[in-house]
């Protein structure tokens, strides 16, 4: 029964991972690029993290499999920032519906 | 200021406490819990609680663990809309996205509730933080179509909400 909701969360992981690469392939500059990747990938991993601590054996790899994920959280959220504030600093001007 | 060094005194060793709690926490995470690590683990986090205490900026503000905890729903819901919101308008046919860059004028004003407020940003539904100044932050948008200005005025609230009053904390330092 456990092994079943872990996998299903695992599984429920993927449609978000796929969705990210979608965006980052269809989407039109930079800064929509970066919306996909991080906000996807984030709750894709969410995901998997939680399916993958269902079946963990001790509360200690839970913790530690929740840690990975505030972690990624934290470095995804920042280095979108940063790649976002080097765009706007190289006056990459974002795509917008008007000039296209 | 009511007993100025003492109360220096008070907020350092609960300072030094509450680090060492969460350093010994994180050690016995990543050694699955075995008690005999710590002979390694003690003067290492030891060694971690000393540094941090060296590098923490004394104006930081505390955060208050019970709001923190109220928040955390709130943000795992709104991440789990951002990501379907970015699902549903990459995997439209016409692509359905409308962006734009909006400023928003910040109220809070120290450092870590900017940059708590700018990483929330990045994971809300529609917005990317792309600039942070001392007052301003630039945002990047999915769909100018959002209520954006709002939005973000919401969760700067629930943001300040997270830290304790200025006068509570630090009062004794300066």
């Keep these: 029964m456990i092994d079943i909701v872990g996998t299903f969360f695992v599984i429920l992981g993927i449609p978000f991972f796929l969705s990210g690469t979608i965006g980052l392939l269809r989407l039109p500059d930079i800064y929509t690029r970066l919306h996909a990747l991080t906000k996807a990938d984030n709750v894709g991993l969410g995901f998997i993290i939680l399916g993958l601590a269902i079946q963990a054996t001790s509360w200690f790899e839970v913790a530690k499999l929740f840690l990975i994920w505030f972690l990624v959280l934290l470095a995804s959220a920042t280095s979108c920032h940063l790649v976002a504030d080097a765009a706007l600093r190289h006056n990459i001007k974002p795509w917008t519906k008007e000039r296209a | ?174």
């Design chain 2, 1 to 174: 200021m009511i007993s100025g060094s003492r109360f220096y005194m008070s907020y350092h060793v609960a300072a030094l406490i509450w680090r060492f709690g969460i350093f010994s926490s994180l050690w016995l995470i990543f050694c699955g819990g075995k008690l005999d690590s710590l002979l390694v683990g003690l003067p290492v986090i030891s060694a971690a609680t000393w540094l941090h205490l060296c590098l923490a900026e004394d104006k930081a503000p505390r955060i208050r663990p019970l709001m923190l905890v109220r928040f955390m729903p709130f943000f795992g819901l709104r991440s789990l809309a951002s990501a379907v919101d970015v699902m549903m308008r990459v995997c439209h046919p016409r692509l359905l996205i409308n962006p734009g860059l909006i400023e928003y004028p910040l109220t809070i004003d120290h450092e870590s509730g900017r940059v708590l407020l700018a990483n929330c940003i990045t994971l809300l539904p529609g917005t990317i933080s792309a600039r942070l100044t001392q007052d301003v932050i630039i945002v990047h948008t999915l769909d100018k179509g959002l209520p954006v200005l709002a939005i973000i005025g919401d969760l700067e609230a629930r943001i300040s909400k997270l830290y304790a009053p200025r006068s509570a904390n630090m009062g004794g330092l300066s």
